[in-house]
Structure formats: C-alpha cells, structure tokens
C-alpha cells in the first residue's frame, strides 16, 4: 500500500492537511477547520498520522473497540473510516480490505515538525511549538488500548520537552541571558515538579540572580510537593543546596562547562528512568567528559549502573572501578554494593559475597546509613537471610529513600514469596509497585509487575497474573532502543 501519493485541489493546487495535536487537536484541510462526527474518527485520524504507516483492519478493530466481537467492531471500524472520509472531503484516507493509511505527501503534523527542530539542534524553536500535552483534553475511555497508546505519547513527548528546557537553560544561563533560562527552567519544573534536579538548578538561577528569597521559596515549594504527593523529603544535595543558600555561602556561579556537566548528568538521570539507555550513556559520558574529582566519580557510577541494567558486565565492571575514586567512604560503600549485584547477576557468588562485605565495612565506618542500606540489600540477596533484607527496609523508610525502599520491599517479597508467604509477598510487591511508580523508573515497574504476575499465577489467581503480565510486556518491550532487542533487560528481577 503506498502512502505517498499526492493529492490536489480542484484548482491544480497541491492539497495539504494539517495536525495539531500538541495541546487541544486542530484539524485544518487547506486552512479550513476540519469536524469531525465522532470522536473516534479523530483518534483514528491521529492514531495514523502519529504512526505513519499502514495499520491492519483487525489491529484498529481491536484497539478502538476491544469490547466488541470481530464482527461488530470491524462494522464500527468501517463506519468511522466513512467518517474520516467525509470529514477529509474524500481525500486522504487510503483504505482497502486489509489494511488503513494516510496520505503523507503534504501532511503537516506538528510532533513530526518539534521532533525536526530538536533534531537540527533548534531547540528555542521547539519549545516555542509545543503548545501543550498530546490531544490535550482528548480521550476514548471505551478504547484501553488507545488510551495506553495515548499516555505513552503524552510521556515521550514530554521527556522529549524537558530534555530540550533543561538544556536551553543551561545554554541561556552560560551566556548571561539569565532571564530566559529562569523562563525554560520554570517551565522544566512545571513539566516535571518531582524532579530534584529541576528545583535545584532553577534555586541556582535564582540565587545567581541575585533573588535569594525567591530560592529559598522554591525549595519550600519543593519540600511541600515532595510531602503532600510522596510523603518525603528533599534528597541530601538539595538540602545543602538550601542551606547554603539560606546562610548566604552558595558556591560561586558555576560556569558554563560545570553547568552543562549538571544539565547532561541530570538529562542522563531522565533518560536512565525512561529505560533510554542508549541516550542516557550518551548524556553521562559527555557530563564526565567535562567533569572531575567527586563529580566524575559519581558520574562514572551512573554509568555503571546503566550498563549493568543492560547487561553489560564488562563495562559496567570498569565503570565501578572508575567510581570507587569517590572520596567519600559511603560513597565507596555504595558503589561495592551495586557492584556485587552485578557479580551476582554475572554468575560469580563468590565475588559477590567479597564485594557486599567491602562494601558493609566501608558504610559502617562511615555511618552512611545508605550505604548500609544498600549493603544489607545485596547482602540479603546472596545469602536468603531476609533479616538483612528487613534492616534494609526499615533504613531506607527512615531515609526517605524511594529508590532503596522499592528494591528492599520487592526483595523481600521475593524471599516471602520462596518462604510460601503468599499473601504478604502479594501486598509486599503491590506496595513496591505504588513506590515505583512515584519514583518513575521504567524498568523496575516492569520487573515488579512480572513478579506480581508470578505470585499471583501460584496463588492461583490467574486473570489477575495475566493482567500484571501483560503489562510487564508491554513496558519490557518499550526498554532500550526503538526497534532493537535487549534480552538482559527482560531478565530484572531482583536489584
């Protein structure tokens, strides 16, 4: 089926169709606005303009009517599609008895035109398209499978958004248009309000602008958003970011190398959530590039951590060596602990076990209570001594600490669960899975939602496993590069 064909107007003018899906969708056919009848004319409108290829009968069928049997919904599809038709004027709509596309010569669609701008590094441009979410005020509550469709594009595209603010923030600030990047930063940090990183470098730009009163009140912001939606704290760094600030002794403004190291590591920490491993690899190397001491230590940690999500044991192993430079004893702690996870992952107990204990001297000499979080964690992996794994909890709730909570809560779980603890393995792994979603890391709500499938199938709850497998899949598939295979990502279970 071709989808090239140009079309024209009675008057030997090309015909040109134009989407505006970022924010509420306008449909315009050349410069007129388009209706439509139904609404699901216009979510099959945008559902392949968005794709942009052809679409099998049987697949839209069953995505924008998952409750009908084949026969009525291949009827309702049929219907919608003249719908389409008379809204397009007749054109545009390429149609047969298998498979449904668009027309693309002369389609105007204005995600295809932002993801262009970012793409030619013109990245002001872009930001100024984006009017607002994706089919903003749009939706089919009777299409599940559209709607998932739906948020996923809504997610990537803000991603997509605050990668771009973030930098343009970065870049307006090293070159004194100190304005302009207060206005992208503010706007990173309405995009994505849980984000540490954002609160920390718009209270930077403030302080540096010389409103020290208007940081301070970000941070009383921050700390009011992270209570009343998450129940926690602010992390450590953003604490003594505040308190410097507070006491009048900030560091000196950061330069423009040291401000594009922070906006590349914190991009690398979103692209590391979004399971986009590739970019977030790209975004921390250029951050330890540029970067030394302390800084590239932890960076060089990061990057471990990537690779060994991938399964990358190799690089992942010189990448921990690179971090154990870090100064601090905690931080040594820290980085033993994950790297005994990765021995363990690889198949090498014995290393394991030396590392973990490394790594449990190290944060008891240091009293980093999350170092030794971290280290009974992996300690009550290797062993299947759940005390460790119980400790792990209990200092990770008094931290704050979301990321190690949800890893001791699926790991006791998971030892509950072998203990023939059904029903509390189930509520534990539920809890780790509400934590996971707050924390936003991709990759382990997949894991999670695979092993509550696993609990729930030998619980004999079937259709409930299904329904958490089915989502695991789904997730799974989106982790790593679009259109490649990375078989070590599907094997998280434990971390």
Known sequence: MTVQKALRTPKGRAARLTLRLLGPPQIERDGNAVRFDTRKALGLLAYLAVTGRPHGREHLAALFWPEADEERARGALRRTLSAVRTGLAGSWLIADGISVALVTSGLGLDIAEFRALLAAGRLADAVALYRGVFLAGFNLRDSGGFADWQSEQEDELRRELVDALARLAASEAATGSMEAALQHSRRWVALDPYAETAHRELMRLLSEAGDRTGALRQYAELTRVLDRELGVTPLAETRALHDAIRDGAQPAPRSGAARRVGVDEAIGDLHTLHGQYAKAIA??????????????????????????????????????????????????????????????????????????????????????????????????????????????????????????????????????????????????????????????????????????????????????????????????AEIGEPGGMEPEVWKLVQW
């Not at 490394?358 to 000499?365: D, I, S």
């Open 283 to 476: 975004s921390y190397d250029s951050a330890a590039a540029a970067a030394n001491g302390p800084t590239r230590a932890a960076i060089e940690h990061k990057l471990a951590g990537v690779h060994h999500r991938r399964g990358q044991w190799v690089e992942a192993e010189q990448h921990y060596r690179a971090a154990l430079a870090a100064p601090d004893a905690g931080q040594q702690a820290r980085v033993y602990a994950d790297w005994s996870l990765a021995a363990h992952r690889r198949g090498d107990p014995i290393r394991a076990r030396k590392l973990a204990e490394q790594g449990l001297t190290l944060a008891r000499r240091a009293r980093d209570d999350r170092a030794l979080a971290q280290a009974h964690n992996i300690l009550g992996i290797l062993t299947a001594d759940a005390t460790h794994l119980e400790r792990s909890l209990e200092l990770a709730e008094r931290l704050g600490d979301t990321g190690a909570r949800v890893a001791a809560l699926n790991n006791l779980a998971l030892a509950r669960g072998r203990a023939g603890d059904s029903a509390s393995a189930i509520a534990l792994t539920a809890a780790a899975l509400a934590a996971c979603l707050e924390l936003g890391d991709r990759h382990r709500e997949a894991a999670l939602h695979n092993n509550m499938s696993d609990l729930l199938r030998a619980s004999g709850r079937r259709e409930d496993a299904m329904r958490h497998l089915k989502r695991a899949v789904a997730i799974f």
